[in-house]
């Protein structure tokens, strides 16, 4: 919901009582099924052109240097042949009025080679061009030649690129050539109105014309993605209670998805297991701590094709994100992340917890589907900006119906990502919101454990979607969980 639109209501009903709004309800639903038409409504905005500024990346990467114009190279010797040829007369050396202003002797034309005694000044008194007799063209007579200080130059003009914008995450780079093919291309696609408002101000930030640049600065800090604290409360190898009952609490707090309450009372009912609620909480940050190394040596990498989406949590009354990818063909998570924002860094994180660094994937192509959140296209930018052809290639299916063909044609592999999404909504609903961000992650880790070596799925012939073999022949989930817990500790 729009934050707007979240504090007009809140403002609306500090207004009223409560059985105000139960009469106010019935009169908006008669309004909406158009059995009151005694209200006029704000009309809805007209969808914005397609030239309206969007966060989209040009697709071409910045050059790292200036292009190479090659020039035809003319012989001199020849042109005066040819010349020759047509007159029936030498082509004579410029003949020079005494006092005229002279110029290096070492000059010449450097289109034809010919010496200076072929050429002439062409710009008075100012002596800085001269014109060859041979071939007619101009030349330099003291060609200074500066290098660029340009770090990027566009790809569609050569034009060099200045430095626009600066922040923590990236710096984009601009060309501001008025003659670039691209340019001209995206200024000729506006609409005759939108044509008029750029008239009546150049500078109307709406339309995106120019060629931009986003170079990213990332440090390996920001590519870690958020995972358990390996110092917790409770050392599990010195508990009172046996590791049975550790698997007890983890099954029942993870793939039954109960509080840490409901899961002291269902131990405590059905089991005569008397512990606290905070002893459930601990032995499930220990079993985090411990399994988060493993589970994360142990994450298979996407075949070819993933898809990643994230999802809202609470966290002490605030939002909070997490970042799911999940492969096509295994229905494996292949990563995960939790972050208090949704900005670029997360999403790279997550593409980096998934893929790998983008050195292990040389010549390797991998398709990633995702919605129209921005921080996706940025973070597959800088990804792909570390090698020199891109590794994953993006696609974005918005909306619930299928308005393009994109949509129509990775719709199947969104629905897996958002099925995953409800079913990590049922395991996060019963604890009403998170204290901490580090239960929160606890919490998803061993979510994550659980879904892919222990939770069946349908489409795997009710197997789960990795299987391990220490865990073949054994149906007890508390079995499991005792299993993977050994296997995380050596």
Not at 127 to 134: E, F, H, I, W, Y
Request: with cysteine; glycine share 6%.
């Amino acid at each position: 919901m729009d934050k707007s639109l979240n504090g007009l209501i809140r403002w609306f009903c500090r207004k009223i009582t409560l059985n105000e709004l139960a009469s106010i309800v019935v009169v908006l639903l008669d309004i909406l099924s158009g059995k009151n038409n005694d209200f006029d409504l704000k009309p809805e905005i007209e969808s914005k052109s397609a030239n309206y500024r969007k966060f989209i990346l040009d697709d071409l990467r910045a050059l790292t240097e200036p292009p190479k114009t090659v020039t035809q190279k003319l012989d001199w010797n020849q042109l005066k042949h040819d010349y020759f040829l047509k007159h029936q007369k030498e082509l004579k050396p410029v003949k020079r009025k005494a006092g005229s202003i002279s110029f290096s002797e070492h000059c010449h034309c450097e289109h034809c080679g010919a010496p200076g005694e072929y050429l002439y000044l062409n710009d008075g008194r100012k002596g800085n061009q001269v014109r060859c007799k041979v071939c007619s063209k101009l030349s330099p007579t003291e060609r200074v030649r500066h290098a660029s200080k340009a770090k990027y130059y566009c790809p569609y003009c050569g034009y060099s690129l200045f430095l626009w914008k600066e922040n923590e995450v990236e710096s984009i780079y601009k060309c501001q050539n008025l003659k670039c093919s691209h340019y001209i291309e995206r200024q000729q696609n506006l609409t005759r109105q939108e044509a008029k408002e750029r008239r009546e101000n150049i500078f109307n930030p709406n339309y995106k014309l120019h060629y931009q640049y986003r170079e990213y600065h990332f440090s390996s800090q920001d590519l870690e993605c958020a995972r358990p604290l390996m110092e917790t409360k409770v050392d599990l190898r010195n508990i009172h209670n046996s590791y049975h009952t550790v698997g007890l609490v983890l099954s029942l707090f993870i793939n039954i998805g109960l509080s840490s309450r409901q899961t002291r009372e269902v131990l405590g009912g059905l089991f005569g297991i008397g512990i606290s609620h905070q002893t459930v909480i601990n032995y499930v940050n220990a079993s985090a701590s411990i399994i988060a190394p493993w589970l994360d040596k142990s994450m298979p990498k996407p075949t070819s094709t993933a898809a990643g989406d994230e999802t809202y949590i609470i966290v002490e009354n605030q939002w909070h994100y997490t970042w799911f990818t999940i492969d096509s063909e295994t229905r494996a998570i292949c990563g995960y992340n939790l972050s208090d924002n949704r900005g670029t860094k997360p999403a790279l994180a997550t593409l980096y917890n998934t893929f790998g660094s983008p050195e292990s994937n040389a010549g390797k192509k991998f398709t990633f589907i995702r919605d129209g959140l921005g921080s996706y296209d940025a973070a597959i930018n800088a990804y792909n900006q570390q090698c020199k052809v891109d590794i994953i290639q993006g696609e974005t299916v918005v909306g619930l119906e299928n308005m393009d063909e994109t949509s129509s044609k990775y719709r199947r592999f969104k629905q897996l990502i958002e099925r995953l999404n409800r079913t990590y909504k049922f395991h996060t609903r019963p604890r009403a919101g998170f204290k901490s961000l580090a239960g929160a992650i606890c919490m998803t880790t061993l979510f994550v454990t659980y879904y892919n070596y222990m939770r069946k799925h349908t489409a795997r012939f009710n197997t789960p979607p990795l299987q391990l073999d220490a865990l073949k022949g054994i149906q007890s989930y508390p079995k499991q969980w005792e299993k993977i817990l050994q296997l995380a500790s050596t």
